[in-house]
């Protein structure tokens, strides 16, 4: 080996060892993993290849000319998981706390746009003390650079973030321009202003923890999609979700019929009186190959569900009301939730699955302050725009404009279905009685028997799928246990689904 040689290696070596020993044995003792670390956690062994590790910083003031920030605070590269191309960034608390300079935002820029070049998935972690302040208007710039990248790449290639330390201030609008965040109890932070400046401006006390850890994201903002307990498990979900979705455009056509296996517990999930809970889950579990479902946002508006499963081992986009909490009801959350899961299905060509028992929107002036109005029309707006497959069962009840709004016939589903129990109304029979027999009801002798006769006809007439089968607006009642069957022998049909759609710039999606 020439000195050349030895000389590069020694150096490359040094690099790779980012802030020094100490520094790492400091991120570990925090519980957290190096940048390199995470890395070998995300790729298949031996396959990531580093971009940019001789990249240094231009910065000359406040005594940065002489400041060495090994491959400047941020390690670039690609690598593969499972077999799939996949970029990933990964900033280096060790190394200046990771913040974010001029040319750190380069290397970021530089692997955001290789991605884009050859369509591939992007994964972004982030760990980093924000803004090098050193750098002033050029750190800023940086990330004006990254967000406009952000933005290019939506729709085309999934980008994945994982935070995993302090991510603050103008950094934070980086992973809410991206399809999937991922943040760990304890050590994930993410807030606009954190809790020292907030003291000072608002006097509030409050830990990074309370005011932007994974729990108030996962459950509270819905600015964060997955929690998990440390980073092993972190990056587990992420390799998960990287196989879902490089997979979709190549088993187009090419999954097999396995819909033979009928689960008949099926047929008695639907409780017989119509004001009884059953959690939709298990419905989703009878569909989904060995009922394996990976949901999307599960603690946050918990009364709809979203996620994947596979469906004859084609991944498959679940949305489905969930009667155990708010008895299903759509509000301001869940239709922001839903949403988006639908925008993101369709943008990666994954077919959508619509579960639908909703008896309404959720009632009440904050819902209605709240702009319900605008929030609910999101989620008509992403059904109505997607050109993906779309399947809907009707399991109990569809009541309303919640039922136009959850994928019905009007909105472009291509099949529905409903079970038996299934309720497709205006509205509960008990209100509809009330206002349709108002006058007969008033003038019996016994209001009150009267108003129960009165419903039990309503519901004798109305309360049930065959007249909207009749009209076409169902295809076909099916048994509960069919389900699985009927589903995957629709979505093979529409396996090459195309759609001509009137050429324009863009929509413009209520906010």
């Known amino acids: 080996?020439?000195?050349?040689?030895?000389?590069?290696?020694?150096?490359?070596?040094?690099f790779r060892k980012g802030g020094g020993i100490k520094a790492i044995e400091k991120q570990h003792s925090m519980g957290k993993h190096t940048a390199r670390e995470r890395l070998e956690l995300l790729f298949d062994p031996g396959t990531f290849v580093e971009t940019g590790l001789f990249v240094k910083h231009h910065a000359s003031a406040f005594g940065m000319a002489e400041k060495v920030i090994p491959a400047d605070g941020v390690v670039t590269g690609y690598g593969y998981v499972e077999g799939h191309l996949v970029y990933a960034y990964s900033q280096d608390f060790t190394a200046l706390g990771g913040t974010l300079g001029e040319m750190h935002a380069n290397k970021i820029a530089a692997v955001q746009e290789e991605a884009l070049k050859t369509r591939a998935p992007i994964v972004a972690i982030n760990d980093s003390g924000g803004a090098r302040i050193q750098e002033g208007v050029n750190a800023l710039g940086g990330y004006g650079k990254i967000f406009t990248n952000n933005i290019r790449s939506s729709g085309i290639i999934p980008q994945i973030c994982a935070i995993l330390g302090p991510c603050a201030g103008g950094a934070v609008y980086s992973p809410a321009l991206m399809d999937f965040v991922f943040m760990v109890d304890d050590i994930s932070q993410m807030f606009i202003t954190g809790p020292r400046v907030l003291k000072e401006v608002t006097g509030e006390t409050v830990s990074s923890q309370e005011l932007g850890g994974a729990r108030i994201h996962s459950e509270i903002s819905g600015c964060a999609h997955f929690?998990?307990?440390?980073?092993?498990?972190?990056?587990?979900?992420?390799?998960?979700?990287?196989?879902?979705?490089?997979?979709?455009?190549?088993?187009?056509?090419?999954?097999?019929?396995?819909?033979?296996?009928?689960?008949?517990?099926?047929?008695?999930?639907?409780?017989?009186?119509?004001?009884?809970?059953?959690?939709?889950?298990?419905?989703?579990?009878?569909?989904?190959?060995?009922?394996?479902?990976?949901?999307?946002?599960?603690?946050?508006?918990?009364?709809?569900?979203?996620g994947f499963i596979r469906l004859n081992g084609r991944c498959t986009g679940v949305i489905a009301n969930e009667p155990m909490v708010l008895a299903g009801c759509l509000d301001i959350n869940a239709s922001d939730k839903a949403a988006r899961f639908i925008r993101t299905c369709d943008a990666f060509e994954i077919p959508l699955l619509t579960l639908e028992d909703v008896p309404g929107y959720l009632p009440g002036k904050s819902q209605e302050y709240g702009g319900i109005i605008r929030?609910?029309?999101?989620?008509l707006y992403a059904y109505a725009e997607a050109s993906v497959p779309k399947v809907t069962v009707i399991t109990r009840k569809a009541y309303g404009g919640a039922y136009i709004g959850m994928c019905s016939k009007h909105l472009?589903?291509?099949?529905?279905?409903?079970?038996?129990?299934?309720?497709?109304?205006?509205?509960?029979?008990?209100?509809?009685?009330?206002?349709?027999?108002?006058?007969?009801?008033?003038?019996?002798?016994?209001?009150?028997?009267?108003?129960?006769?009165?419903?039990?006809?309503?519901?004798?007439?109305?309360?049930?799928?065959?007249?909207a089968a009749e009209s076409g607006y169902v295809q076909d009642i099916i048994v509960p246990s069919q389900t699985r069957e009927r589903v995957g022998a629709a979505f093979h049909a529409l396996a090459h689904k195309m759609e001509q759609r009137i050429q324009k710039k863009h929509g413009n999606i209520p906010l």
């Not at 080996?1 to 040094?14: A, D, P, V």
């Not at 929030?375 to 989620?379: F, S, T």
Request: glycine letters at 6%.
């Open 1 to 14: 080996m020439t000195k050349e040689q030895r000389e590069l290696l020694e150096k490359k070596e040094m």
């Open 227 to 306: 929690r998990d307990s440390t980073e092993e498990e972190c990056f587990a979900r992420i390799r998960k979700l990287l196989v879902l979705l490089t997979e979709p455009e190549q088993q187009k056509g090419k999954e097999e019929i396995q819909g033979l296996r009928r689960d008949q517990n099926m047929d008695y999930i639907v409780p017989a009186n119509p004001r009884q809970p059953y959690s939709m889950r298990s419905v989703i579990d009878g569909i989904a190959d060995r009922g394996e479902f990976f949901e999307y946002q599960a603690e946050f508006a918990p009364n709809i569900r979203t």
């Open 375 to 379: 929030h609910g029309a999101k989620l």
């Open 412 to 467: 472009g589903a291509d099949y529905v279905f409903a079970w038996p129990s299934a309720e497709i109304a205006v509205m509960g029979a008990e209100g509809a009685a009330n206002i349709i027999f108002a006058k007969e009801i008033r003038q019996a002798e016994d209001p009150e028997e009267k108003r129960k006769t009165c419903i039990r006809q309503y519901e004798e007439v109305m309360m049930n799928p065959y007249l």
